[in-house]
C-alpha cells in the first residue's frame, strides 16, 4: 500500500488489523524525500534503480502535485500511481543502477519523466480480466491524456502527461 512501506503493522491473534494510513505523516515522508533527494521539478532527480525507489518517487510526486502545485487529490493519486507504474518498469525491465524522475507544469498540463539508460522501448500489450501483471502501460493509457516515449542518444525518457484547469 502507497505509504505504508515503513510503517510496522500491528499483528492480531487470527484476525487482520486495519493500517492506519495518516495524511500526516505521509505528508512528512514526502517533505523529507523532497530534502534527501531534490525538487523534481528544478531538476532531474536521480534514484537508485531499486523496488523501493518507488516509493520515493510516490512521495515526490504527492508532495509536488498537491502541495506544491496545489492541484486535486484526484490527480495527485492519478500522478501517483502512474509514476509508479513508469518506475516500477524502469527498475524491472532496463538492468539500470539509476533511474531519473522529473516533473513539469505548463499552461493547462502536467507532464512526468521517468528517464532511464535503456533504449528497449515499452510495449502496450492487451490486458486479460485475470492478468495479476503487465497493467502498467496499460493503467498509463487510460488515466493519461497522452504518454510516449523519446528516444535519447543513451537511454530513453518514458512520459505521460495529463491536462489539468488552470485558476
Do not use: Y
Amino acid at each position: 500500500m502507497a505509504g505504508l512501506e515503513d510503517v510496522e503493522q500491528p499483528r492480531g491473534h487470527g484476525r487482520v488489523a486495519a493500517a492506519r494510513w495518516s495524511p500526516a505523516v505521509e505528508d512528512e515522508r514526502a517533505l523529507k524525500a523532497l530534502e534527501l533527494f531534490g525538487n523534481p521539478t528544478e531538476g532531474e532527480v536521480p534514484l537508485p534503480s531499486r523496488p523501493e525507489s518507488a516509493a520515493t518517487a510516490r512521495r515526490l510526486t504527492q508532495v509536488v502535485v498537491l502541495r506544491q502545485w496545489g492541484l486535486s487529490p484526484k490527480m495527485t493519486e492519478d500522478a501517483v500511481l502512474l509514476v509508479s507504474e513508469l518506475v516500477g518498469n524502469a527498475v524491472r525491465h532496463t538492468g539500470a543502477r539509476v533511474f531519473g524522475l522529473r516533473l513539469r507544469r505548463r499552461r493547462g498540463w502536467i507532464r512526468v519523466e521517468v528517464r532511464d539508460p535503456s533504449r528497449g522501448l515499452p510495449c502496450l500489450m492487451p490486458v486479460q480480466e485475470l492478468d495479476v501483471s503487465g497493467r502498467g502501460l496499460f493503467l498509463v493509457d487510460k488515466l493519461s491524456d497522452r504518454w510516449g516515449v523519446d528516444l535519447l542518444p543513451r537511454g530513453k525518457t518514458t512520459w505521460f502527461e495529463m491536462r489539468v484547469a488552470d485558476r
